[in-house]
């Protein structure tokens, strides 16, 4: 059975890695619409290495024509048209932070909770959404997941280097123009970013909230709790690098039984989604450019955390417009699919 598909925020970096990676896994689609705001209509963006797809309004899409709707519009335009796909009968992937957090709307990672769209199937007055987490906490999560089941998890505390394209396009932007000008040594003024972040490191993603943390920091321990188990304490510290693509973060778990570093090496290496590249040599880890176009969560540098008895010590990298983003949504459709959509 072949389904019909469409992209809102299609001209955007993650809607166009939602198209590319919908052609490159061969999702069963009979039809693709690639909608984005009126001023983008006309344009055209590729849907594989051979077809390209013309761009639709969204304010004036039809989405009773479709069965499923990837949404990476932005959380304003989520909240306006994506409860309108639902109601019209088609299953929204989303992106953004609009729904995340809300009870009636399942935060999916497939390699982790991916039985949670069982439930989604059989509830015939669901509410039609289904929301995908925050680049950070995706990659996270899959690396924890396995170490979980055996270990029993307790405590996370992870620093997170992320590339600009969290931003997006304006944030790519920014970064290529601001180096640029470093070196023709023309004036600098930040405008996606708080401060410079050519040749930088800003320890500020999102907003500020009350307590001192941003909310990126909170959106990774409110997720983790609620896709892979909310006993599991997060502590989280965000930090946006000069990397175009790639997340990397530097992971510190704490587990109720004693931790056997072989064991979790193996674990690891045995999970989905995962890649070990573990070799304690120089270049023998994987950094954030080599993750670039890959679908995997690269993990590296695992080592017993000496200060306690349950604890490991490890760095994972991921490419977030695609494990983080796109790719994620896909595999959720693919999930629904093969679970009976």
Request: glycine share 8%; hydrophobic share 40%; net charge negative.
């Amino acid at each position: 059975m072949a389904y019909d598909v469409a992209v809102a925020g299609a001209t955007g970096a993650v809607g166009r890695e939602m198209l590319q990676t919908l052609a490159e896994r061969n999702f069963p689609v009979d039809k693709v619409y690639a909608l984005a705001s009126k001023g983008s209509v006309g344009r055209e963006v590729s849907y594989g290495e051979d077809r390209d797809v013309t761009v639709e309004a969204l304010e004036d899409f039809d989405f009773s024509k479709v069965d499923i709707v990837l949404f990476s519009a932005g959380g304003d335009a989520a909240k306006k048209f994506a409860p309108k796909a639902a109601e019209a009968g088609a299953i929204v992937i989303d992106n953004s932070s609009a729904f995340r957090m809300d009870d009636d709307v399942p935060l999916i990672v497939p390699e982790v909770n991916g039985d949670v769209i069982d439930a989604f199937l059989k509830n015939n007055d669901r509410r039609g959404i289904i929301a995908n987490p925050n680049c950070s906490t995706a990659q996270m999560v899959v690396a924890l997941k396995p170490l979980h089941d055996e270990f029993s998890i307790k405590r996370v505390v992870v620093s997170t280097y992320q590339a600009v394209s969290g931003a997006g396009k304006g944030g790519m932007d920014e970064l290529f123009n601001q180096t640029r000008a470093v070196y023709v040594n023309e004036a600098i003024k930040p405008e996606q970013f708080t401060k410079e972040i050519s040749f930088n490191a800003i320890p500020h993603i999102d907003v500020f909230m009350d307590d001192g943390f941003t909310k990126e920091e909170w959106k990774m321990t409110a997720e983790t709790k609620k896709i892979l188990d909310p006993a599991v304490d997060v502590v989280a510290h965000c930090v946006r690098i000069p990397v175009f693509i790639g997340h990397s973060e530097a992971v510190f778990i704490e587990c109720e039984k004693p931790m056997d570093e072989a064991r979790a090496r193996d674990l690891l290496s045995e999970a989905d989604g995962v890649v070990v590249v573990d070799h304690r040599v120089d270049e023998g880890y994987v950094t954030p450019k080599e993750c670039a176009g890959e679908d995997a969560v690269y993990v590296s540098r695992i080592r017993k955390d000496p200060t306690t008895e349950g604890g490991l010590v490890f760095w994972c990298v991921s490419d977030n417009l695609r494990k983080g983003a796109a790719l994620n949504s896909v595999q959720i459709a693919e999930e629904l699919v093969k679970r009976g959509l």
